[in-house]
């Protein structure tokens, strides 16, 4: 059974990392791909070129054996479907094998809004993320989407692997209220992301200059903070402090 996550990645952080390491565990997939947009239908232009992006996702993902990188979007350039992702696994994987779609709710709500979208449940499962204790509300979804709901939603997590494609479940996943909205503010503003994102990536968006990033020349500061530290080592050598 194998785990698509896709996104943007504009940086990739550990709201995206999480919650797809969540539901490869919870539902015992074979693989999670992890998988960059190169242009976003619904979104503007990402800030970070391509190359840039998905650069910073293998950073991010490194040697975790539960993730893996597919770049396949990045190859195809043009805008990135989802459709024609799922069509490009299902003819790679075989027409018998599980393949599983996550989202998070709010984009599982606009499903029936994505191009092609009624053959997104053909070619795979659907998986909607979502927080413990919260409850989808359909009542907010087309009626389109609200049949489709009613229709292929399961509770039983083994009619994924009982099937290929055609099932909606739930799954909850661990709370991160974190967006890359919200790094790539605190980059432009001087502020540092640390915590929020790996460190891998963090040292690539200041290594390349990314988001507004603009290193601080602390040679002055380092300067005087090694004299301060010189000085009270000779004080206490010699038996006092300063």
Known sequence: MIGIFGGTFDPVHFGH???ALDVKQALGMDEMR?????????RMQPIANPGQRLTMLRAAVGDEPD??????????EGTSFMVDTLASL???SGDDAPLCLVLGADAFLTLDEWHHWRDIPELAHVVVTHRPGWQLDMNMASPALQALWRERQVTDRSQLAANPAGRIILQAVTPLDISATQ???LVAAGDSPRYL????VW?????????GFTAVDNTKNNAAKNKISNNRILRVNTGTDI
């Open 17 to 19: 990392l999480r919650p």
């Open 34 to 42: 992890m998988i960059p947009a190169f242009q976003p239908p619904h």
């Open 67 to 76: 993730l893996q990188v597919d770049n396949r979007e990045m190859l195809r």
């Open 90 to 92: 299902r003819s790679e």
């Open 183 to 185: 790094i790539r503010a």
């Open 197 to 200: 994102l790996p460190d891998a």
């Open 203 to 211: 040292n690539l968006i200041r290594m390349h200059g990314l988001y």
